[in-house]
């Protein structure tokens, strides 16, 4: 006290400064232990900064990545990896991605979120009902041929409005407008296994026909079949569950 009976300054400034101490080590500690009832997206977001895990560089452990960010997809358990800032200017001038994914355009099937990846990690090629032609093949040829990519996945899905379209064509002998009719030409070869293999779905017969189908012709091309005979690549045929969100693998599966 002064003499006029006042706090004492030093004594108030002593004070104020072990209450900001205190309310910064407050602040402090509730950043570095985040509450075990975060949410989902909280835990999400913390994730999102972790240390990118390794490059797969084979075809097992490629393909072991991949059905293990589905299984995260189909519980909810995201892992958000290699989606910040970091990741951007890591890749910014270089890329090596371990898989290549030639899917359809369906907007309910984005391989890098049903996969649970991130930048860099996939070459995707996208077209209705996986139709092939010689570009979409040099696409796909693209990482396996200039970066080592160990895994190309054809993946198809259910309900495929492409396949449905295309089966509906065929079957009527009604061709599509424009250049929707390259697609169903594309994807004959799958509509004649289609009809041979029978079925209580044809239109669903025929969607994991034209994954087969296209998967074959893949992995035994002049390009990719001697990578995929040395072993250091695996073309693997997959069909997308709208309803669950899990990937079933079809054929090609490394071991």
Request: with cysteine.
């Amino acid at each position: 006290m002064d003499r006029a009976g006042h706090p004492d300054r030093r004594a108030l400034l002593g004070i104020g400064l072990a209450g900001a101490a205190a309310a910064l080590a407050g602040c402090s500690s509730t950043r570095t232990a985040a509450p075990t009832s975060a949410s989902p997206e909280a835990r999400a977001a913390q994730t999102t900064t972790a240390s990118p895990q390794a490059r797969p560089t084979t075809p097992a452990a490629a393909f072991a990545r991949l059905m293990e960010g589905n299984k995260r997809w189909v519980s909810g358990d995201l892992h958000h990896p290699d989606r910040d800032p970091n990741r951007r200017q890591l890749v910014a001038q270089h890329q090596e991605p371990f898989g290549s994914i030639l899917s359809c355009i369906d907007s309910r099937v984005p391989p890098e979120l049903l996969f649970d990846t991130g930048l860099g990690d996939l070459y995707v090629m996208r077209t209705g009902g996986e139709a092939i032609d010689p570009v979409v093949t040099g696409s796909v040829e693209y990482g396996p041929m200039t970066s080592g990519t160990p895994l190309v996945v054809v993946l198809g899905h259910q309900r495929c409005g492409a396949v449905a379209a295309a089966y509906k064509s065929l079957r009527d002998g009604k061709p599509l407008p424009g250049n929707l009719q390259a697609i169903v030409k594309a994807l004959e070869p799958a509509y004649r296994q289609a009809v041979r293999q029978g079925g209580a779905d044809p239109v669903e017969t025929m969607a994991r026909a034209q994954v087969t189908v296209t998967a074959a012709d893949l992995r035994s091309n002049q390009d990719l079949g001697p990578l995929v005979a040395k072993g250091t690549l695996a073309v693997v045929g997959a069909y997308y569950s709208l309803d669950t969100g899990k990937v079933e693998v079809l054929s090609g599966a490394p071991s």
